[in-house]
């Protein structure tokens, strides 16, 4: 490394941004071990999860209101759609045959003798 800070143009800028990093550090750690702090990080989160909830609630309003299904309902359908279609593929397995296997063409071409 260089001995004197003109001979690394950047030593100046490294020397500052740790310098700034280590005081950001100082004061995070200091607000973040107050009570408060950890309170209004509680209300933070919450907030958003309070939106949710409301526009999840609004839109179940305006889908019935409109006589469209909501995901929920779309979702049961799918299951229930699905435990038919195994259903139709149980019965399917005993009542008819296993469909056979193609026939392969037959093979003209006999290898060359001497290669491997």
Do not use: C
């Amino acid at each position: 490394m260089a001995d004197k800070p003109w001979d690394d143009p950047l030593a100046m800028w490294r020397g500052m941004i740790d310098t700034w990093e280590r005081k950001l550090n100082e004061v995070g750690n200091k607000v973040m071990g107050e009570e408060r702090f950890s309170a209004a990080a509680n209300k933070a989160s919450a907030v958003p999860l309070a939106m949710q909830k409301a526009m999840g609630d609004a839109m179940a309003k305006y889908l019935a209101a409109m006589n469209l299904p909501s995901r929920e309902e779309v979702a049961a359908l799918g299951e229930r759609l699905g435990a038919i279609e195994r259903d139709i593929q149980t019965i399917l397995r005993h009542v008819a045959p296993p469909p056979a296997p193609a026939a392969s063409p037959p093979r003209t071409r006999k290898p060359r003798s001497g290669t491997p």
